[in-house]
């Protein structure tokens, strides 16, 4: 079936840290591709998306490339903040029988230091 | 324009106990998913209710069971609650039942003793 794999955390960076975490995902089909973030003790947020081969969503300084060749989906940001610190999932929908359920990652835990 | 909602925040139970959680969509979405998130863990499918219907289920046991009302929002209810219930349990809206994007709630925090 459908998953999603993520990096293990936590990725501790310094402020204006450049930040990598990797996505890499397994889905028959052409899945939309998600980025949530969840700070503590909240529910999750959409922070950017992707819906087809070679896309690239983006929001916030945080980007993502759809790539197909690759099944991939790495999140980047060019300088971290104090205030990036949080849990992030990758998530897929819409990969074989799968419509409409999001399949997420273990989530990468992001903490930045000043 | 109001978000997803979710009522309680947080609730704590018994085992054996049932209990109730409650959604209301964003505004314009007429598509409700629930899921749970254990400590630790991404969130794991538990259900999707569009047009008053369950239209798809993820790997969760009979004891947990849904409804959408005709205003779009929904419930959740879990039965004869195990200590492994314990989770945040969160709520997501959409338009359409297909791949859009999906908003979420705060979540409630259910802890099952």
């Known amino acids: 079936g459908d998953s999603v794999t993520q990096m293990e955390g936590p990725v501790t960076l310094s402020e204006e840290a450049f930040l990598t975490i990797n996505c890499t995902y397994t889905?028959?089909?052409?899945?939309?591709l998600f980025w949530y973030v969840q700070y503590p003790g909240e529910g999750l947020q959409l922070l950017l998306k992707?819906?087809?081969?070679?896309d690239k969503g983006s929001n916030k300084g945080f980007e993502a490339t759809y790539r197909k060749e690759t099944t991939s989906f790495h999140l980047e940001k060019g300088s971290v903040q104090v205030s990036d610190s949080a849990v992030y999932f990758c998530?897929?929908?819409?990969?074989?029988?799968?419509?409409?359920?999001?399949?997420f990652g273990q989530g990468t835990t992001l903490q930045v230091k000043p | 324009d109001a978000g997803v909602t979710q009522s309680p925040t947080h609730l704590i139970k018994t085992r054996g106990q049932q209990v109730t959680l409650r959604c209301s969509p964003k505004s314009g979405h007429d598509t409700v998913s629930w899921y749970q998130q254990a400590l630790g863990q991404g969130p794991q499918f538990i259900f999707q209710?569009?047009?008053?219907?369950e239209r798809q289920r993820g790997n969760f046991p009979d004891r947990f069971s849904g409804h959408q009302f005709p205003n779009y929002s929904s419930e959740l209810n879990v039965n004869a609650l195990l200590l492994g219930d314990s989770a945040l349990y969160l709520c997501?809206?959409?338009w359409g039942a297909g791949q859009e994007t999906q908003y979420f709630g705060p979540g409630t925090r259910l802890l099952v003793l």
């Open positions: 998530a897929l929908s819409g990969g074989s029988g799968n419509t409409g359920k999001l399949i």
């Open positions: 209710y569009y047009e008053e219907e």
């Open positions: 992707a819906t087809k081969a070679d």
């Open positions: 997501a809206s959409s």
């Open positions: 889905a028959t089909g052409y899945p939309s």
